[in-house]
């Protein structure tokens, strides 16, 4: 390896790990980037001085906002990444106002366990250079962050990479749910009566979940034209597609956008208009 090779870190807060494995599924950068911190396989105690620090998690413990603070001033970029450092993840929907009505309202939900503690992301308490979304980012996307390479575009949203036809003669009158009935290959997932929301997120992920047959759910944060938008907007903008390739009730796609199944992303698109906190610029998101 060049002694010039790029020094990178990787910073675990609270989350899965599922964003350092999808880094390590990557190849391209081994020979230009330098590892020099990332517990999950490298054996150090601290962060030494890195040109970039990778963050994946959010933070929930005083050790994760210990951590965060003392790794910051040694890297010249840092890069958010995942959903979790993003938005918080998975323990941040029991502090949601909107999350907790939800559950609250169903009272076959009264009893379910106690959520966790509240799970910041990490530009609640330091400056963010660039914004990797994903649950977790595909290898190439990681690539795209670290290597920035001229021939990667990423569409606009996720439905331009999908590859699925939108047809004019089906038209379901009701959703189908998430994971039932037979799924028609090479035609939209909407025509067919699924929930899926890849008209609103933002591209790069090449599509793997609709190409599979699985609706998007917009892990990859809002596209560009929803970026700095509230919660009513980006709703509107679910509905107005819907309207225009089924017969769906209005009603109908209003509970489903609402659901406990969709709440994880869906409610974390309106975190980049800054309702609490500074807007998140689109040009540092990835």
Not at 159 to 176: I, N, S, T
Not at 184 to 193: E, R
Request: proline share 9%; with cysteine; charged share 25%.
């Amino acid at each position: 390896m060049p002694e010039e090779a790029v020094r990178f870190a990787v910073l675990q807060l609270s989350g899965c790990a599922g964003c350092e494995v999808s880094l390590l599924n990557a190849e391209e950068w081994i020979e230009r980037y330098r590892l020099m911190y990332m517990p999950l396989v490298v054996s150090a105690y601290d962060v030494p001085p890195v040109d970039i620090l990778l963050v994946s998690g959010g933070v929930r413990t005083d050790e994760d906002l210990y951590n965060l603070r003392r790794a910051i001033p040694r890297a010249k970029q840092v890069v958010a990444v995942g959903t979790c450092a993003i938005s918080g993840g998975v323990a941040s929907l029991g502090d949601r106002d909107e999350v907790r009505q939800l559950f609250l309202t169903q009272p076959e939900r009264r009893h379910v366990p106690r959520m966790l503690p509240k799970c910041h992301p990490i530009d609640a308490f330091v400056e963010v250079g660039r914004y990797l979304p994903g649950c977790p980012p595909t290898p190439e996307l990681f690539m795209a962050a670290l290597l920035d390479p001229a021939d990667f575009k990423a569409s606009k949203i996720v439905c331009q990479e999908c590859g699925r036809r939108k047809v004019r003669d089906l038209r379901p009158e009701h959703l189908v749910g998430l994971r039932q009935g037979e799924v028609l290959p090479d035609i939209c997932l909407i025509n067919q009566g699924y929930f899926c929301v890849g008209s609103s997120t933002r591209g790069g992920c090449r599509a793997p979940c609709p190409r599979g047959g699985h609706p998007c759910v917009g892990c990859r944060g809002p596209s560009d034209v929803l970026i700095d938008k509230g919660s009513t907007e980006w709703l509107a903008s679910i509905q107005r597609v819907f309207q225009s390739l089924t017969d769906v009730p209005a009603a109908e796609i209003e509970q489903a956008a609402r659901s406990p199944q969709m709440a994880l992303f869906l409610f974390q698109f309106s975190d980049y208009a800054g309702v609490d906190r500074p807007p998140r610029p689109k040009e540092k998101v990835l």
